[in-house]
């Protein structure tokens, strides 16, 4: 890599860099470039309980706030899809080195963003291992296409591990950790891996936060060079993940049975193309498509659209009832004002939004990830983004002018359950 | 400007019309270069050859408004079709052009950027019909050897000479073969009628692109005399395939009621007895066809609402597509409709992204009466 062709080796870009490539050296290269003072976490002597919430889902309190109270996610991502290849159901032996493996990670690091955040979730294509069906009280379905527009692929792993950190070679090193190439974390000595259990169907990594899609937009196809705001913790430049416009945890929680405390997980892949984000549309324009028309005309937003403060304003102005109407009427309909109509009774959004950018395979995207407490929750909030129902009223079309469908094509999806914490490694459908 | 051997071409010739002087270019094979050899952007090729200067003149739109003469016209090098479902979709592309996206009732005009290397277009008709349709998306996913080069939601599009299509302006890095995966969204707007399998499902195909400089050098492309002037280039000659007019007013269905040009648009409103889709209906069916003067193209996606005395709502026109009726928007006229004058607002313009001479019309429409006859 020469230095006329790239920019600097900044912090940030290395880091990401390395948590995309993983494996060892990545780990051991990040680990010497980051502070080294990561708080460890819960030492085997310790009331566990005292100290792990039952739900691994309970990220929020565990996370930093900025100013405005919107929880704030985790830098560095990495998602583990694995597949557990051994004929017939797992052993309690491997039921229990499981186990262990999860209990390293959280020996090693301190249950928090700046620690490690986890969850273990599986597929119903696990549970259909097993002779008995999962209870009435959860609702998960196989994935499938959500949108006339698109045909990913459906993925079919047993596993999904996904691993948080604002620490890099937290995350790498957890990943390490669980595939058995380390022999130490934080400390904490790895006596218990899933090497001998499950086999790696797909890895995904990204980052989420000021500063990260800047660092990348010259390297990754799809976005051009130096497009991306400095503080844009996206790709697309704009704020997501606004405190009014996530549903609550208890919200996304399942409430009864043997998996209360547990929710379902929706993870897919989309590819974005940038290109005429930032070189053909201008800002106003952008404005209107990502949050709704009224955005637009009376200027809401600044910048990356921090100044909204933990609302992105779409409900407070009235937007999602005049969907229809500004189809008709302005020929142009906003992301997030589509997504306004779906809400609980309540008021609240139904599903979490954890989802990051990625450069995996060299080009723009986002993994998107998302908790609620029903699979349902998830496709009845995509169908409300799709907008088939304002496209062909006129002017807004499939994608022209219908939020950001121009921009992002959906690559694969995929739909997990995940267990409370007393139930993540090789749960039956009725334990 | 010289003499040229036309092949066959079709107009549509209005009062006005605007044939004097003109020429319509179509595959630059058949055409002395013009200019454009020199002057490249400075995107040299190893063998000292440079993009074409395309960049356009100063433009001359007329400040009243409506369809003009663009300034330039230009050929484009076609790279062939294939069948993708029930529909023939065909590619070609021509040098980069500027135009102009529409957010509601403001255009966006889109500059040529540095970097731009071809103008990719591709157009999509019912096999069947051999009718173009107004399809709401087309996204192009190109590769080389197996590596993801670029991917778009491509522009619909309308410009006199291509008609209704997609398009944009694609930044390859080299010039080569490629293969690009044309991928086509669902009608969005209602089809009615009579209709395959597929107009409903995303349907794709793989078409192989392959240009070299030279090849955007030999693109023809000629300024006007009479730019700025009104009228419009007629419709690029597209051999067999079809091209974008709507049906002839004499071929349409039912009953006309009226055809009418406000400013810059032919309104043409045909009244059927009844739906003529599936739908079982005792009430006449209004046809709404918004056609482009001179070239009689389609207008797609407009915002068209309908108030009339016999019922206190504002009415939803649906846009819609029936192989007689073509392109149109659609009402189910309330009972006690017939002998009322009913009036037509265009909220929305044209939500289509417009070429040169396309730019300043189809924008602002006042209200139109139509007067509904008595009876049928």
Redesign the interface.
Known sequence: MDETSHPPLNRRRFMEIAVSIGGVSAFSACLSREESDTPTGIKPSESRDAHLPNRQHAWNDFSETDGHGNVINARHHVILLFNYDSKGLPTSTEQEELESAFRVLEHAFEWSSDGLLFTVAYSPYYFDKYDADLPDSVDLTKPKSLAPFEDPELDDPDIAIHLASNTASNVLGAEEALLGNIDTLNGAPVDHTTEDILTVYDRRTGFVGAGLPAAHDTEANGVPDNAVDEDAPLFMGFKSGFEKNQAPEDKVTIETGPFADGTTQHISKLRQNLHQWYEQDPRPRRVALMFCPAHRDEELVEGVGNNLGNTDMVEEKGCAERTEQDASERGIVGHSQKLARVRDEDGNPLILRRDFDTIDGGHAGLHFLSVQQTIDDFEVTREAMNGTDVAGTGAVGTRNNNGILQYIETLKRGNYLIPPREHRSFPSPRP | MHEQQFPRRKFILTSTAAATGLLAGCLGDDEEPENGEENGNGNENGNGESLPDVTPPETQDPEEGGVYMPAMVHGMKMQGMEMAGPYMVSMSFANPHDFW?????TT?Y?QL?EGDTIHLMSRVWNAETDQILP???M?A?IYQDGE?I????M??MLSQQMGFHFG?NF?MDSPGEYEVEITV??????PVGDFSDGV???QSATLDLEFTYSDLNEIMWQTLDNSGDPGAVPPMDMGHAPTSEAPGVDTLPGTQVSQEQYDDTVFVTQLLEQHPGTIDSDNPYLVVSPRTPYNDYALP?????ATTPAVDDTL????SFHPAIGHH?GLELPDGSLGDTLTLSV???P?VARHRGYQVAFLEYEDIPIELPETL
Do not use: C, H, K
């Not at chain 2, 996206?101 to 009732?105: E, I, N, Q």
């Open positions: 996206l529409m957010s509601g009732d966006d889109v950027n399809l709401g998306g996204t996913t993801l670029e991917e778009r939601s522009w619909p944009d930044q969204d669902p009608m969005g707007a209602t409903g499902e995303q996606f407009m915002g068209i609402t939803s026109l649906s846009e928007y909220n929305t313009p939500q």
